[in-house]
């Protein structure tokens, strides 16, 4: 099976722009999570997508948002940047079985964004 | 919500030597722990994990331990490798489809 992928794999954006990044699951895998990676902070969570609904959310203000397509791939958008926007942006994927309450987090290679 | 210290940040080992890291979290209901392990440059993947109902699991050189009534768990590796060298991070979850929660990672530097 492929494993996930995000593209782009790195963005240059300038304050004050948005950004929609890209994140396509392993084939099969229903749940898509997006998380910040910064050197300080570790991974922090932003949400996750389930069905197309979005059935968690981390503490990160309005202007980080997602969705998730039929196919379950998922894009986050964020807008109006801010300097602190800087980061890495790590996708993962998850089969979600029901009978089995633990769910290995599969991840992307990420997206580098830079915002100047 | 759920909150995971990760101690050391950083960790210096000689080839050979054993490198422990050892992770706290806050609720009790928790009851998935995995360990990722993430190269420089490359995406964090899976190296072991270990449930509520076991004390202790190992794979080859790694293994986890689980003190879940100290609210406590911790990787070792023994005989480490200068490949080995990377940053791991714990992470936490419990029932319900929640997310999992990470500590801060450790980099681990194996010198040869």
């Known amino acids: 099976k492929a494993g996930v992928t995000q593209t782009p794999r790195y963005l240059i954006k300038t304050r004050g722009q948005q950004v929609t990044l890209s994140c396509s699951p392993i084939?099969?895998?229903?749940?898509v999570s997006w998380y910040q990676q910064t050197p300080g902070q570790g991974l922090q969570f932003l949400f996750e997508y389930f069905s197309e609904t979005q059935r968690n959310k981390g503490n990160f203000p309005g202007r980080f948002s997602g969705r998730q397509f039929s196919n379950s791939r998922s894009e986050m958008n964020v807008s109006t940047l801010e300097l602190g926007d800087s980061a890495l942006y790590l996708c993962?994927?998850?089969?979600?079985?029901?009978?089995?309450?633990?769910?290995?987090?599969?991840f992307g290679p990420g997206t580098r964004l830079t915002v100047l | 919500g759920e909150n995971v210290e990760q101690h050391p940040s950083t960790l210096s080992v000689q080839e050979g030597d054993s490198a422990v890291i050892k992770c706290t979290y806050s609720?009790?209901?928790?009851?998935?722990f995995p360990w990722y392990k993430q190269e420089l440059g490359k995406r964090p993947q899976l190296i072991i994990d270990?449930?509520?109902?076991?004390g202790e699991k190992k794979d080859q050189r790694i293994a986890v331990t689980l003190n879940k009534t100290a609210k406590h768990f911790s990787l070792h590796i023994t005989e480490t490798q200068p490949e080995d060298s990377a940053v791991y991070f714990c992470a936490v979850t419990y029932p319900g489809n929640t997310p999992l929660v990470f500590g801060k990672g450790t980099r681990l530097s194996v010198i040869a």
């Open positions: 993962a994927s998850s089969f979600n079985r029901v009978e089995v309450p633990y769910n290995e987090q599969f």
């Open positions: 609720d009790s209901a928790s009851n998935y």
């Open positions: 084939s099969g895998h229903r749940s």
């Open positions: 270990i449930r509520s109902n076991v």
